[in-house]
């Protein structure tokens, strides 16, 4: 395959200054090129060629991403890959405008240091015919340095004209639609610099001397200096005729049809949906075809990525890079909305959990009750359910029975007798985890929902935003703090079932009670704070940004109210609620001389956690000092503890 030598071309103020850049692609040079407009200018003039550029690069380098060892367990990212995810963006920007792109290892000796992105234009491949890919010659001026292959990650464009080397980069195909548009953006430019008057042939009768057709020319050129001359009135001779040879821009041309007919190639090529460079005709048309982007351009595009780096780079290391699409808020929404659909289909009847839970990818739910059986603990809910109709009617009929274990019975007469509705507790299941997380993230997200657009005419009209934020952060806690109460107040009485040492309810309620209002006020104080942080930088780049539209100013404040802000905060609060429940539970068991150890314990999507997979099984005595309160350890985190009796003279 022919390799050529070729200058490259940087663009400055529209002029062209070529460089001694080795270049291997045809269509980087106007020399060689068939199309008016070359790649480079088409993506830095052609708004809609740079706005698809944009969205690929910035959605493969946004795309959550992990590191994994040997033993495909999660862990932090090495320091030498921390911008990994601006090098991915480089490296997609670069394969859509060239068919290439380059990473050069920078190295001690054999440990990796970093990685620094290398313009295309500036490296050509050395070739063998037998061998294949040899190395690098790269070319910055006049020094030039030869690379071996293991000093360079490199991708290429897939081309089925090549066996390796740069392939025909997405924006060939789009150079056509983009010479038509950037020619009428600049006709119509010109347009408007000539007065907003088409090309004119002046006819003048006679036959006058060549000197006085030179005066009338200047004086025509005079008079089409520019817009603002195109409505002045200027009387001229009856012998003099204008008579229009060019066409306007617009009308005579069907513009908005070739402009739409362009957008529409250009969108195409790059693979990118229409409505992400418009304002789509509604919401739900919007968000189908986001999720198409990502389906059908960016996750096959992840995938190379991943295979390249993972070949190339990382396996030597001993680690593997893993994309992580399914942490994206629009496919968690869709998840969401599978989810909604399968409830529905479960209590119609038509469904069963399990097959719900499969078609979800969930693992099977496991026995919550230690050893006891399905059929075991639904005859425990009847007697339950029995004693409870038998109370209601007479209060202070004994009721006999030798399913129900003693210090359940003791429990419930407890919660009674305190005025708390024991049978409301026993005669259902408590709720779940995850119905916890959802009823605490509508709470904040209702909160949010019902501040965020004050927050934003706040800024807008320059009014005071602590006015809002006080009153967001009073809503906020009357909000959170009972929700979280009553999370950590039933999980105590949950262990209590489970251990069988039960205590005054009203005691365990005004323990969590108590915890729940000092807790809810420094995480108020705390999710204000960081919104108040996050106004005052809208705020600047508001005001230092003119022109700045709502819109523009919404997407900036979006990210302190939105859905993924209250899932985070719902997600964690609840750990950390369940967590304090242990706490509770533990400290009253103590007052009674009754000695036990908390144990570490995480789900199985979170074992993999960097940070907690190293504390499963562990008693809290190995925990590490910054964690001795327990879970959580982090934000997201969904570990919780169990407590285990300690004898005596153990540790």
Known sequence: MGMMMQRAYLFDGGEVKAIPLGSSWPWATAEDARQDVTAMVAYQRVSWVRRCIALRAGAIGAMPLEIVDAGGEPMAIPDALQRLPYLLALAEASLCVTGAAYWLRERRGRTLLGLRYLAPQSVTPRLDERQGLVGFDRAVGATKISLQPDDVVWFFEADPALEIGPGTPLIVAALSAATLVDGGQRYAAGFFERGAIPAVLLSVEGNPPQEELRRLEEWWKRLLRGVRRAWETVAVRASVRPQVVG?????????????????????????????????????????????????ETIIPRCAFYEAEINRQLLAQLGLQLRFRPDRLEV???????????????????????????????????????????????????????????????????????AIIPPHIRALVEAMVDGGVDGWGFVKQQPPSRDESERRLERIVRGVFGEYAPQALQAVISGGDTEDVLAALDATLRSGITPEITRIAYEEVLRQALEVGIAFDPVVVNAAALDWAQRYAYDLVSGITGTTRDLLRQAIAQYIATPGMTEAQLEALIAPAFGPVRAQMIAVTEVTRAYSQASNLYQRLLAETGFETTRVWRTRHDERVCPICGPLEDRPESDWPDDLRAGPPAHVNCRCWTVLEYRHRGRR
């Not at 304002?279 to 739900?284: E, I, S």
């Open 247 to 295: 066409v306007a821009p617009g009308r005579d041309l069907a513009m908005t049809d070739l402009m739409m007919q362009a957008r529409q190639q250009i969108a195409v090529a790059f693979g990118v949906p229409q409505t992400l460079l418009e304002d789509a005709a509604n919401y739900a048309t919007a968000a189908e075809h986001r999720l198409s982007f990502y389906e």
């Open 331 to 401: 496919f968690q929404q869709r998840e969401a909305q599978k989810a909604q659909s399968l409830v529905a289909l479960v209590q119609a009847g038509i469904m069963s959990v399990s097959e719900a839970r499969v078609q979800l990818e969930l693992d099977e739910l496991a026995s919550d009750s230690g050893n006891v059986s399905d059929v075991e603990r639904e005859a425990l809910r009847s007697e339950l359910r029995r004693w409870a109709q038998k109370a209601r009617r007479r209060p202070d009929a004994p009721f006999e029975s």
